[in-house]
């Protein structure tokens, strides 16, 4: 038995040596095939004469490869057709953003008057196709669609297997974590920095995942990112394997219940709550089961298109996990401590009077959301929180390392503001925002609450606010209340002033709206829907 070694370009994983190999094993008095994608090489055995150098190429192009030795990849691709695709690609990508930001889809969120075992089960369908799916999901179409993409020779069943060893991987693991949580209570509690490195890392992850999606960045083809061995040993994955396996798969499921996910921390707090093991076992795993079905559907679109199609797919899949990628990074790094604007140090008094601010947390956020307070003055912050089982149920303000879960009613935190400045506050996913603005004592005075203005209007679906013109004094508190007679509907179901009070609320029949702010400039602000259709304007005055 005679053997040649042939230098094949253009394979990139495990798939490619198979398609080479079978393509190769057609030939007649070739014997055996071994082929390897790292080392860009052919090893061929064969029988009497050598095989002719025309065939091997054909052979090698019809399995969509060539003859010749790895060339370095360009980090920029030079082909017009990749622009043209991914430009499709963005077209795809806008029209369905604007579908998801009609039907509000990030926005749900589950608003139950009772708890109980089944609850869970509800939350994760709603967190499945919202939150769950801008963190989780993110992740898991940046896997899947790199995989299906990796495997064209692949069945749809075939590439569809991972998401279900994911998913499994994530119910049994979210219910033995759940049931341990129960037992060991708040000792599970990690601290606002650690969620935001977290979220600041998968974002990362995502952007990688993306970018080669896209097809855009030839060099990155090669490129990939596995778990460090020492990792891989302890769960026993071969430090090899690095396309996928199914225990991999498992693992990766379980231990997305670390992820930072607000709906998933909302569980996990109703699961310490509890103080059963059996009890935070059945929480979290339903609550996992129930995200099953919109994780799983990510998995299904990667696995049924093929082609150009396929193409078009991964494309659309790499843009959106890029955005989603540097969705989660800001969000994650407004978790970390020292992000405040330039600040004044203070002495403090502690014996002085607190200061009472009242907020309200419901399903779209915090109402109001913008406060003022003095430097040096304990703050006695009092939030009614309406709604446990959403992401805002989860509040963190990482300057005074405050993070603390809310029960349903009245919450009370205290701190004591030391520096002047903004103090930012979000939840745990950075996704719902809020500020305090200290000041010292004589800017205080200049902003007393006892001269708030106050400016009213009327929301109906067909007139939308009446009146929607107001003038108010600069440096004055302003109180904006909103009578909600009907519900909004599409890109106008919700309101706010970009940079005066820039949470979305949203418009809800008999839900009235309460936006309060402190205006520092004067100009003319438009009152808006959350994707910036002017409806108003406020205008600010000296």
Avoid at 280 to 304: H, K, R, Y
Avoid at 340 to 357: I, K, L, N, R, Y
């Amino acid at each position: 038995m005679n053997k040649i070694t042939i230098p094949i370009r253009g394979m990139h994983c495990a798939s490619c040596e198979l398609l080479v190999e079978e393509q190769l094993k057609k030939i007649p008095n070739i014997s055996a095939v071994r082929v390897n994608q790292k080392k860009a090489k052919a090893e061929i055995a064969y029988d009497g004469e050598l095989p002719d150098q025309a065939v091997l190429a054909r052979a090698v192009q019809k399995a969509g490869y060539e003859i010749g030795e790895k060339q370095k990849a360009p980090w920029l691709s030079k082909d017009w057709i990749d622009y043209r695709d991914l430009i499709l690609a963005g077209v795809i990508l806008l029209i369905l953003y604007l579908v998801t930001r009609w039907f509000n889809l990030f926005g749900l969120t589950v608003d139950v008057p009772s708890s109980g075992v089944a609850v869970a089960l509800l939350v994760g369908l709603v967190a499945g196709i919202s939150t769950c799916m801008a963190l989780v999901g993110g992740l898991v179409l940046g896997l899947s669609a790199r995989h299906a993409e990796q495997h064209p020779e692949a069945t749809a069943a075939q590439k569809f297997r991972p998401h279900l060893y994911f998913n499994l991987g994530r119910i049994f693991g979210f219910a033995v974590l759940g049931g341990l949580i129960g037992l060991i209570g708040q000792a599970f509690k990690p601290s606002a920095d650690i969620l935001g490195f977290l979220t600041v890392i998968i974002g990362g992850v995502m952007i990688f995942f993306g970018l080669k999606l896209i097809e855009i960045f030839p060099a990155l083809k090669d490129k990939n990112i596995t778990l460090p061995p020492g990792i891989a040993r302890l769960f026993g994955l071969h430090k090899e394997v690095k396309e996928y396996s199914h225990r991999g798969a498992v693992v990766i499921g379980a231990l997305s219940f670390f992820l930072p996910c607000g709906f998933t921390q909302a569980m996990q707090l109703y699961a310490v709550s509890t103080g059963s093991f059996w009890q935070g076992m059945a929480i979290m795993g339903l609550f996992a089961l129930g995200t099953a079905p919109g994780l799983l559907s990510i998995g299904g679109l990667s696995s049924v298109f093929k082609g150009r199609p396929a193409r078009i797919f991964f494309m659309t899949a790499g843009l959106s996990v890029i955005l989603l990628g540097w969705f989660n990074i800001a969000n994650g790094s407004r978790l970390i401590s020292g992000m405040t604007a330039g600040v004044t140090s203070a002495a403090v008094d502690q014996t002085q009077t607190a200061q009472e601010v009242r907020m309200t947390q419901g399903t779209r956020g915090y109402s109001p959301n913008t406060f003022t307070v003095e430097v040096g003055r304990p703050v006695k912050w009092i939030i009614n929180s309406t709604s446990t089982f959403s992401c805002a149920s989860s509040i963190v303000m990482p300057k005074y390392d405050i993070s603390q879960s809310l029960h349903a009613g009245e919450n009370i935190i205290t701190f004591i503001p030391t520096e002047t400045g903004e103090v930012p506050f979000s939840c745990s996913m950075g996704m719902y925002r809020g500020k305090f603005i200290v000041v010292n004592n004589k800017e205080s005075n200049a902003t007393d609450a006892s001269v708030e203005q106050v400016i009213s209007a009327v929301y109906t679906y067909d007139q939308d606010i009446v009146p929607n013109i107001f003038t108010v004094k600069k440096d004055q508190p302003v109180k904006f209340t909103i009578e909600v007679k009907e519900d909004g509907y599409g890109c106008m179901s919700t309101i706010m002033v970009p940079e005066l009070y820039n949470t979305p609320v949203a418009l809800r029949a008999g839900e009235n709206i309460v936006m309060t702010f402190i205006p520092h400039q004067i100009g003319d602000y438009p009152i808006t829907c959350a994707m910036g259709a002017v409806r108003g304007l406020i205008k600010v005055i000296d």
